[in-house]
């Protein structure tokens, strides 16, 4: 009970020691720095992928007729093979009007021309008719692209013969959509709704790859002083549980300092992608923080730092029972198996977050990091609901600091031992 009472200032002076031995490491600055970077270059790929889809230009010639066409039909065929959006377009479009196409043999030979529409009205139908001349294969994407351009084309000639436009049948009309409940979440847009799984998937692996990451640096720490014998000087100067808590708490913070630098690079790139989409592209296309909100935010670091504190207990309490650091995967595969339980669960629970087995999995203490926050971050959750799920995490982490210290104050003095669950139960009953 003693140690209880004198967790401080023993357990910070540790926390410090930790800190600094695991921040001041060259792997540790170096993997960050590393960590960051490709966080940052990850978040430009869609800059890359657009980048190479339009520097990439297909150069189509087209013959027309002198007289006889829509007025609009070069807007309409250039829309139809570039769309709507700005910047560098995929599709470079010459209109000859009344030029004659043999003379673009030549261009087409060389090169200078991937293909030629010949476009001529049948004199019969009064219909248009169209030729393309191209080596592009059939079931390429640019013939495609032009088929269906083409097909806009004859859709607004025979419009406009019959007296109307594409443009006229598409002009506005009265259209509302009204929910069957006030901020119903079914009224929201697809983008939105896949935004905000893609968001959430994302958030849910953040947490998944700390726990594992920062939990098995506690372990490593505390079989690599057992196993060179620091850890029986430690003891004479504190008490296992302020080892336990002050190796916990240096751990995190360092795991936090590192996962925050990750994160500062990774907002810095999503803010940065619009302007460089812009600068390179030649538009402004940045990310959308679709569903990312301070709520969330909040949610997630939240969750994060209490799920880490719940798993980290007990990473340490089965780092102390092996010697070595070979063990020490070993050692705590179970609790391995108890993470990827929840994380394939919380993926799992995506595509079904109404369902009642996710919402109770999102209440239990092991699952709730990853589920609950599955369910902020979608929007399917009541204040009271992350409110209790809290206050459960709460609650077990107390448990699990007190079950964790009686396990570390035993296991810290066993040395080539193999323990058994049995032994492991009794360890946690008699221990103080």
Do not use: C
């Amino acid at each position: 009970m003693n140690g209880w009472r004198t967790l401080l200032p023993n357990a910070w002076y540790v926390a410090v020691r930790e800190y600094r031995s695991r921040a001041r490491s060259r792997s540790f600055v170096i993997g960050t720095v590393v960590l960051a970077a490709i966080a940052f270059v990850a978040t430009q790929l869609p800059v890359v992928i657009d980048l190479s889809m339009t520097t990439s230009q297909t150069r189509v010639a087209i013959v027309v007729p002198s007289d006889g066409l829509p007025p609009d039909a070069l807007a309409v065929i250039t829309q139809g093979l570039n769309g709507q959006q700005g910047g560098r377009e995929a599709y470079l479009v010459s209109w000859l009007p009344g030029v004659d196409p043999a003379a673009l043999q030549s261009d087409l030979e060389s090169r200078k021309l991937d293909a030629l529409l010949i476009v001529v009205r049948n004199p019969t139908t009064k219909d248009l008719a169209f030729t393309l001349r191209t080596d592009i294969p059939r079931d390429g994407r640019p013939v495609a692209n032009i088929t269906t351009a083409v097909a806009s084309l004859q859709l607004e000639d025979r419009l406009v013969r019959a007296g109307t436009s594409t443009a006229a049948l598409r002009a506005p009309y009265s259209f509302q959509m009204e929910p069957i409940k006030p901020n119903s979440p079914s009224t929201n847009s697809i983008s939105a709704e896949v935004s905000s799984s893609i968001l959430s998937t994302g958030l849910i692996v953040l947490i998944f790859m700390a726990i594992i990451t920062y939990g098995v640096w506690v372990a490593m720490s505390v079989a690599e002083e057992k196993s060179s014998r620091v850890m029986e000087l430690m003891l004479n100067a504190t008490t296992p549980l302020q080892m336990l808590t002050g190796k916990v708490l240096g751990n995190g913070a360092a795991g936090l300092t590192q996962y925050g630098v990750i994160l500062g690079a990774v907002v810095t790139g999503l803010l940065a992608q619009g302007p460089i989409h812009k600068l390179v592209v030649g538009n402004d296309a940045g990310a959308q923080f679709g569903g990312l909100s301070p709520t969330v935010l909040v949610a997630f670091m939240v969750l994060f730092i209490l799920g880490f504190l719940l798993y980290s207990l007990l990473y340490a309490a089965l780092g102390s029972l092996v010697s070595r650091q070979e063990d020490v995967q070993s050692a705590t595969s179970p609790l391995m198996t108890l993470i990827m339980i929840g994380y394939f669960m919380s993926v799992f629970g995506l595509q079904a977050i109404d369902e009642t087995w996710v919402k109770v999995a999102s209440f239990l203490p092991f699952f709730s990091p990853y589920m609950m926050l599955a369910r902020v971050s979608t929007g399917h959750v009541e204040i009271w609901e992350f409110g209790l799920a809290v206050v459960l995490l709460l609650a077990s982490i107390v448990v699990a600091l007190f079950v964790a210290a009686r396990i570390y104050s035993a296991g810290v003095l066993l040395y080539g031992q193999r323990v058994g669950l049995r032994q492991l139960l009794r360890m946690a009953r008699v221990s103080r």
